[in-house]
């Protein structure tokens, strides 16, 4: 008898064993990216820019609104990586922001609900700076962008399906006078 005790024992740690190693990972991050897609620009040239790559403003008085002629980009699951169609409409952006240069650019980087909430929030600042940096090599100044993270706390469809999922990983554009 405690032979089948032992044996069903030392069962009974394997088992755990491999529930703690195997059911306790936790999320994995995103992949890095060796380098983002870039494009040429076309259109008007650089904008001017001070050189420090932020905006010399105080954030916190500003009042951001949605950006007219400016259109929302979407990112595949897990991923800040810029897709051909975040690209293509990235490259329609940088036009329209050209046209008015006296305008900040809030980038709003946001998740689906899925993941934690700290994950959630630095893969959504990952995206606000990914697009960022794009727009950047479009000719536009750094001085005027400015990002910020939602993580999973702004959902604009509230559904629990892939469809919806897929319509909560974005970066949205707003803009404030200077």
Not at 11 to 24: E, F, M, N, W
Request: overall charge negative.
């Amino acid at each position: 008898m405690s032979y089948l005790r032992s044996g069903m024992l030392c069962g009974l740690c394997i088992v755990l064993a491999l529930a703690v190693s195997t059911g306790c990972k936790s999320k994995k991050p995103a992949p890095i990216d060796p380098g983002l897609t870039t494009t040429t620009p076309t259109g008007p040239g650089p904008e001017e820019t001070t050189g420090s790559g932020l905006p010399d403003v105080d954030v916190e008085s500003l009042v951001f609104e949605s950006a007219e002629g400016v259109r929302t980009i979407y990112f595949d699951y897990d991923s800040y990586t810029l897709r051909p169609d975040a690209l293509e409409t990235l490259r329609h952006n940088a036009e329209v922001l050209k046209q008015y240069a006296n305008v900040y650019v809030q980038i709003e980087g946001h998740c689906d609900e899925r993941g934690t909430q700290d994950y959630n929030l630095a893969l959504g600042e990952k995206r606000a700076l990914a697009t960022r940096d794009h727009l950047i090599r479009l000719g536009i100044s750094g001085d005027r962008l400015i990002t910020i993270s939602y993580g999973e706390e702004d959902p604009v469809d509230l559904g629990h399906t892939e469809a919806a999922w897929a319509q909560n990983r974005r970066c949205e554009f707003n803009k404030a006078n200077r």
